[in-house]
């Protein structure tokens, strides 16, 4: 019973190198989330989708970008890595009114 | 705007007395509200969540929360805290219905003295 999956747990980027931070969930579920969590500052939601095809831009969006081509998957992208986008990140997929969450991905941008 | 402010930042009681963690909202409609759990390095947990109904909800760990509409506040407490609940608590409620998005309070950090 897997959940929410994401990859990898910790990456240590250097400034203007991109990468994808991937999720995954096997709960068929229709709406997933994008979070970046910041010391002392909660959850802020970055993107999100309805569904396959469909994407949609959270609170704080810039610098980053998503896709959804299938239901299991919604990978976020950071292009020109910038050192205020060190943070925990978070997936989540959400069924009704409950959401599920991985375990976080820990970026670093030196 | 919508908000939610949990006012207590850190909070330390010792183990096996109460616990009360604070939580308002600013938001038109009631709004479905959830309580998580993040222990260190960890991921986030559902505690309990309101959506409708009893105002007093019970949730996992001995947890339980109380709605109340005319302070706008979802309180979370526990009768006797264990060395194992310290974590950061967080409040969200859900904005714009069931598939709305969460808005998370900035956390209470909660720390047990033996």
């Known amino acids: 019973n897997a959940g929410v999956t994401q990859t990898p747990k910790f990456r240590i980027l250097k400034i203007g190198q991109s990468m994808t931070l991937q999720c995954t969930q096997d709960?068929?579920?229709?709406?997933m989330y994008w979070y970046r969590q910041d010391p002392g500052m909660g959850l802020k939601l970055i993107y999100y989708s309805v569904g396959a095809g469909i994407t949609d831009k959270g609170e704080v969006p810039n610098g980053y970008n998503v896709s959804r081509s299938t239901t299991e998957d919604f990978p976020l992208r950071l292009e020109l890595a910038a050192p205020s986008q060190t943070s925990v990140y978070f997936c989540?997929?959400?069924?009704?009114?409950?959401?599920?969450f991985g375990q976080g991905t820990r970026l670093t941008v030196v | 705007a919508q908000s939610v402010t949990q006012p207590d930042i850190h909070i330390t009681v010792s183990e096996g007395a109460s616990l009360e963690l604070r939580c308002n909202y600013s938001?038109?409609?009631?709004?479905?509200l959830f309580w998580y759990v993040q222990s260190p390095g960890q991921g986030l947990q559902l505690l309990l969540k309101y959506f409708s109904g009893d105002t007093l909800v019970q949730g996992i760990k001995g947890f339980e929360a109380e709605f109340k509409r005319s302070q706008s506040s979802f309180n979370l407490r526990k009768p006797s805290v264990h060395w194992s609940d310290a974590a950061e608590y967080f409040c969200?409620?859900?904005?714009?219905?069931?598939?709305?998005?969460?808005?998370f309070g900035k956390g209470t950090k909660l720390s047990v003295k033996p």
């Open positions: 969200a409620p859900k904005i714009g219905g069931s598939q709305g998005n969460l808005i």
């Open positions: 709960m068929n579920h229709n709406y």
């Open positions: 989540a997929s959400s069924y009704q009114a409950e959401a599920f």
């Open positions: 938001y038109g409609a009631t709004p479905y």
